[in-house]
Each structure stands twice: as structure tokens, then as C-alpha cells.
């Protein structure tokens, strides 16, 4: 369901539990979203030292169904001096809400200390949380793990402080759930710091009387600075999973896709498919680089990247074949894990010291790509080591509640 009741426009997927609000007149968002009608997180789109989406004038507001996905898009203006242009695109799907946001920066306007984008507010009791570190930490060996948050706050009420943004932090609620706050893609923009360096950034935990706020600042300055005139782009997801609900893998006998013959797939129709990222037969420059280094060395690559077109283009082609089959199944897709990349060419730039990527983003896009053309019918499941602790991997391939053939709109991609 996409609703507009005076003014509140609402995403609420029937039978999947939650509920996201916007407000029309309000910039951005999502004021909060419910979770089996509890509260689960509320959502600041950004601040700008003492200015945030609250001063915001807004010019225009739609939410729409488009490709498999709910869409709520804003465009609006801090109209104080030199007015800073802003948008922002909330796609939601199965378990997930992925946001652009793009600042259009004028010439002359200053940043006096900070600058923040998609700042949250965790009502409720949080007892640990799980940190998968910054690219360039992985790049060093440092290893995701789970944190306790003590019951009591320190002084400082910090409990996680990082310069370069995480790739994701998951939060357990006292009750289970989980609520995972991740990067985007486009790791080489968050690090970027409106042009001030890769540890200009701030990102802390800060545990408050009445649950957690998650302060996200690609730009802390200690002097007043102007960034460079240009658009700014900075992309992060959202995603939320009740205990309980990791996906299990089937037990029947799979037929793999990359190396089946037609014969064979209609044989199997009905029955059990996998479609492994290791077959797809991908030439080099679909894959990883894991560090930067391994990148300028020209090192033996890794797994396949899912932000590369190649991978994209291999692994569709391969689901195409699947829909054209008449009678439903099951797919398996992996075994696979997210990971970063220093490959350039999958973000379609040239750097010759690479450039930082991570390819969740990727996996969600051809998630609920996939979705959208099998149908509700197939059952699929993603095979990854990293289900139990990523909703966003648990969620993937999810029914979106946004069905094909039910848009409402057509919007210009972002």
C-alpha cells in the first residue's frame, strides 16, 4: 500500500509487518518506521550545522510504485543565503530502504563544523552491535565482530567512533530484532568528504536516555570551510529482520544454471535451480580487488564483484532463462558474501590507485530485480554465511509487496 492521508504519505507492504511515514511538507525522511507497529528508527536526511530537513523548504513530493520497489522522492531548498538545492529518493523493497541523497553546493556557502547525512534515532533497548569496518580497516585485516552496548552509558554516551563510515552496523534490540545501517556503493564519495580528505568524516554511536542515536558526518571541520561548487551524491540503506528469520536451504538435488542445457531446464521445471556466482564464467575485470594494493599490483582477483555490469549482465541473462519456464520453483542463489573492491571500472571511472566500492548495493539491485521478474510464485534463497547477521542478506529476494504490473508512476532514474 502507498498512501497519501493529509499530508502523510505511508509505505506499508501487506503481510511483511512494517510501515515507513513521510510527511509531505517535511523534507526527506522517514519520520520513523514502525515495525510490527513498534517503533523501530526514526531518520534524520541531514544537518548542516544548525540547519537540518526541518528548515527546508520543499518544492516537490511524490511517493510511487516503480520496478518492484515503493518510491518516496523530495525535492526542496535550505533557503538561507546562497540556497543549498537537496533531494532525496527512498526506495523501499521486501526488508530494505535504500536513499540517494544529492546536495547541489553552491559557490559561497560555509560549513562551520558540521555536515551530516542520514542521522538516526533508535528508540529502545540495543544490547550489541555488529561492525563491519571501514574498507580501508578491511584492507588492513581488520575483521567484522559483534560489540556489547552496556546498560549503562559512559560519560561521553559514545560507544563506537570511526573517520571513514562503516560498510554496515547492525544493532540487536533487547527483543532480538535487528536494524542494519549501511553505505552504499559509492564508498569513494563518503570518503571524498566534500573535498577535505578521507578522515575528515565523523561517524559515532552515542547512546542517549531513551535508546541510540547514529551520528553520520562525512564532513567535521574544526575551521569554517567552503566545499567546492558541484553536486554531491551520497547513497546508504537501511534494512530490519524479526529473530528467527534467517533463510534455510533447501535439501533437493540442484541443477546449476550457468552449465544446464534447455533440455535440461524444462526438465527440472518445478523442482531446484542454483545459480552460483562462481560459474558465471566472468572474465577478470568482473572481479575483486580487496585492497588497494592488490588493485595497483594487479593481483589475482577475487570473487565476482555484483557492482561490475559484467557480473550484472551474466547473472540476469541467467534469471531470463528462468522466467521463461512455465511451471515455478526454487532458486538458490550463492554461495556468495559482500565485499569492497578497489576495481574503478565497476563504478565506470578510471583511478589509477583504484577506487573504494562495496558491492551490497549491487546485490540488492538485481535482488529486486529478480524478484520482479520470476514473480511471487519462485521461491528463492541466498546462500551466504553472512544471512544470520546482514538483514539486508537474509532479506534478499524477499517479496516486495510492490508488485509488477502495479506501478503508478514512471519516474526518471536517479
Given at each position: 500500500?502507498?498512501?497519501?492521508?493529509?499530508?502523510?504519505?505511508?509505505?506499508?507492504?501487506?503481510?511483511?509487518?512494517?510501515?515507513?511515514?513521510?510527511?509531505?511538507?517535511?523534507?526527506?525522511?522517514?519520520?520513523?518506521?514502525?515495525?510490527?507497529?513498534?517503533?523501530?528508527?526514526?531518520?534524520?536526511?541531514?544537518?548542516?550545522?544548525?540547519?537540518?530537513?526541518?528548515?527546508?523548504?520543499?518544492?516537490?513530493?511524490?511517493?510511487?510504485?516503480?520496478?518492484?520497489?515503493?518510491?518516496?522522492?523530495?525535492?526542496?531548498?535550505?533557503?538561507?543565503?546562497?540556497?543549498?538545492?537537496?533531494?532525496?529518493?527512498?526506495?523501499?523493497?521486501?526488508?530494505?530502504?535504500?536513499?540517494?541523497?544529492?546536495?547541489?553546493?553552491?559557490?559561497?556557502?560555509?560549513?562551520?563544523r558540521h555536515l551530516g547525512v542520514g542521522t538516526l534515532a533508535l528508540p529502545g533497548r540495543w544490547r550489541r552491535y555488529y561492525l563491519v569496518p571501514p574498507c580501508a580497516h578491511l584492507a588492513e585485516e581488520a575483521q567484522p565482530?559483534?560489540?556489547?552496548?552496556?546498560?549503562?552509558?559512559?560519560?561521553?554516551?559514545?560507544?563506537?567512533?570511526?573517520?571513514?563510515?562503516?560498510?554496515?552496523?547492525?544493532?540487536?534490540?533487547?527483543?532480538?530484532?535487528?536494524?542494519?545501517?549501511?553505505?552504499?556503493?559509492?564508498?569513494?564519495?563518503?570518503?571524498?568528504?566534500?573535498?577535505?580528505?578521507?578522515?575528515?568524516?565523523?561517524?559515532?554511536?552515542?547512546?542517549?536516555?531513551?535508546?541510540?542515536?547514529?551520528?553520520?558526518?562525512?564532513?567535521?571541520?574544526?575551521?569554517?570551510?567552503?566545499?567546492?561548487?558541484?553536486?554531491?551524491?551520497?547513497?546508504?540503506?537501511?534494512?530490519?529482520?524479526?529473530?528467527?528469520?534467517?533463510?534455510?536451504?533447501?535439501?533437493?538435488?540442484?541443477?546449476?544454471?550457468?552449465?544446464?542445457?534447455?533440455?535440461?531446464?524444462?526438465?527440472?521445471?518445478?523442482?531446484?535451480?542454483?545459480?552460483?556466482?562462481?560459474?558465471?564464467?566472468?572474465?577478470?575485470?568482473?572481479?575483486?580487488?580487496?585492497?588497494?594494493?592488490?588493485?595497483?599490483?594487479?593481483?589475482?582477483?577475487?570473487?565476482?564483484?555484483?557492482?561490475?555490469?559484467?557480473?550484472?549482465?551474466?547473472?540476469?541473462?541467467?534469471?531470463?532463462?528462468?522466467?521463461?519456464?512455465?511451471?515455478?520453483?526454487?532458486?538458490?542463489?550463492?554461495?556468495?558474501?559482500?565485499?569492497?573492491?578497489?576495481?574503478?571500472?565497476?563504478?565506470?571511472?578510471?583511478?589509477?590507485?583504484?577506487?573504494?566500492?562495496?558491492?551490497?548495493?549491487?546485490?540488492?539491485?538485481?535482488?529486486?530485480?529478480?524478484?520482479?521478474?520470476?514473480?511471487?510464485?519462485?521461491?528463492?534463497?541466498?546462500?551466504?554465511?553472512?544471512?544470520?547477521?546482514?538483514?539486508?542478506?537474509?532479506?534478499?529476494?524477499?517479496?516486495?509487496?510492490?508488485?509488477?504490473?502495479?506501478?503508478?508512476?514512471?519516474?526518471?532514474?536517479?
Amino acid at each position: 500500500m502507498i498512501a497519501n492521508d493529509f499530508g502523510q504519505m505511508t509505505i506499508a507492504p501487506e503481510l511483511l509487518g512494517w510501515e515507513a511515514h513521510h510527511d509531505e511538507g517535511r523534507f526527506g525522511g522517514p519520520t520513523e518506521i514502525l515495525f510490527d507497529g513498534q517503533p523501530l528508527v526514526q531518520v534524520g536526511s541531514f544537518h548542516i550545522d544548525d540547519m537540518d530537513q526541518d528548515m527546508a523548504t520543499v518544492t516537490r513530493a511524490r511517493a510511487f510504485r516503480k520496478g518492484g520497489a515503493a518510491v518516496v522522492h523530495h525535492e526542496g531548498a535550505l533557503p538561507f543565503g546562497e540556497p543549498i538545492q537537496l533531494m532525496q529518493t527512498c526506495r523501499y523493497a521486501a526488508n530494505h530502504m535504500r536513499v540517494t541523497m544529492d546536495l547541489n553546493w553552491p559557490r559561497t556557502a560555509v560549513v562551520r563544523r558540521h555536515l551530516g547525512v542520514g542521522t538516526l534515532a533508535l528508540p529502545g533497548r540495543w544490547r550489541r552491535y555488529y561492525l563491519v569496518p571501514p574498507c580501508a580497516h578491511l584492507a588492513e585485516e581488520a575483521q567484522p565482530a559483534w560489540h556489547p552496548i552496556p546498560e549503562q552509558a559512559p560519560g561521553s554516551g559514545m560507544v563506537g567512533h570511526w573517520h571513514r563510515p562503516p560498510l554496515a552496523l547492525v544493532f540487536e534490540r533487547e527483543d532480538g530484532l535487528l536494524l542494519e545501517v549501511g553505505t552504499g556503493n559509492d564508498v569513494w564519495r563518503w570518503e571524498h568528504c566534500f573535498g577535505f580528505g578521507p578522515e575528515a568524516g565523523s561517524y559515532k554511536i552515542m547512546q542517549v536516555s531513551d535508546g541510540l542515536h547514529v551520528i553520520r558526518e562525512p564532513l567535521m571541520t574544526c575551521e569554517e570551510v567552503i566545499p567546492e561548487k558541484r553536486q554531491y551524491r551520497l547513497t546508504w540503506h537501511l534494512a530490519w529482520q524479526r529473530p528467527g528469520e534467517t533463510p534455510s536451504l533447501p535439501r533437493e538435488e540442484m541443477l546449476d544454471l550457468a552449465t544446464a542445457s534447455p533440455a535440461a531446464m524444462r526438465d527440472q521445471e518445478g523442482g531446484c535451480f542454483r545459480l552460483d556466482p562462481a560459474m558465471l564464467g566472468l572474465d577478470d575485470a568482473c572481479r575483486r580487488q580487496e585492497t588497494p594494493d592488490a588493485y595497483i599490483r594487479n593481483d589475482p582477483p577475487g570473487a565476482p564483484c555484483w557492482s561490475s555490469n559484467g557480473t550484472q549482465k551474466a547473472a540476469r541473462k541467467l534469471i531470463r532463462s528462468l522466467a521463461n519456464l512455465e511451471e515455478p520453483g526454487t532458486l538458490v542463489v550463492g554461495p556468495f558474501a559482500p565485499g569492497p573492491c578497489w576495481v574503478p571500472g565497476h563504478c565506470d571511472r578510471q583511478k589509477p590507485r583504484g577506487l573504494a566500492h562495496w558491492d551490497l548495493g549491487g546485490l540488492l539491485d538485481f535482488a529486486v530485480w529478480t524478484r520482479q521478474q520470476l514473480g511471487p510464485a519462485w521461491t528463492i534463497v541466498p546462500d551466504s554465511p553472512l544471512a544470520n547477521v546482514l538483514p539486508s542478506i537474509a532479506g534478499l529476494f524477499g517479496e516486495t509487496g510492490f508488485a509488477k504490473g502495479e506501478e503508478t508512476d514512471e519516474e526518471e532514474d536517479e
